[in-house]
């Protein structure tokens, strides 16, 4: 199966197999989970320091600029949610990844 098939698959129609198992996946968003405001520009050109494995319809990723950290969000293209993201709240180094471990728990969205 070529990359690209895989990208454009269903998140149901994905198996083990299919998935390559080196990034962790968002759990399933909680109730009363903290909603993160999205916007459509970053901060600038930045180095991704830890991301969500792509195998489902949204992605995310932790990206530094210069010390400030904000998440993006990458998803298959669908109604209303525009294809790349990003949160427009910015945090230092500890509160990032203190905001990142709440998005991977399902804590966050």
């Given at each position: 199966m070529t990359a690209s098939a895989v990208d454009l698959a269903p998140p149901d129609a994905y198996t083990d197999e299919d998935c390559p198992g080196i990034s962790p996946h968002p759990a399933v968003p909680r109730p009363g989970c903290t909603a993160l405001r999205w916007i459509g520009q970053g901060l600038g050109p930045g180095r991704?320091?830890?991301?969500?494995?792509?195998?489902?319809?949204?992605?995310?990723?932790?990206?530094?600029?210069?010390?400030?950290?904000?998440?993006?969000?990458?998803?298959?293209?669908?109604?209303?949610?525009?294809?790349?993201?990003?949160?427009?709240?910015?945090?230092?180094?500890?509160?990032?990844?203190?905001?990142w471990r709440r998005l991977l728990a399902g804590q966050a969205r």
């Amino acid at each position: 199966m070529t990359a690209s098939a895989v990208d454009l698959a269903p998140p149901d129609a994905y198996t083990d197999e299919d998935c390559p198992g080196i990034s962790p996946h968002p759990a399933v968003p909680r109730p009363g989970c903290t909603a993160l405001r999205w916007i459509g520009q970053g901060l600038g050109p930045g180095r991704v320091v830890a991301y969500t494995c792509s195998c489902q319809m949204t992605a995310y990723g932790l990206v530094s600029c210069v010390g400030i950290y904000q998440f993006h969000r990458r998803t298959l293209p669908r109604l209303g949610v525009p294809p790349v993201s990003w949160t427009a709240e910015w945090w230092r180094r500890g509160e990032a990844h203190e905001w990142w471990r709440r998005l991977l728990a399902g804590q966050a969205r």
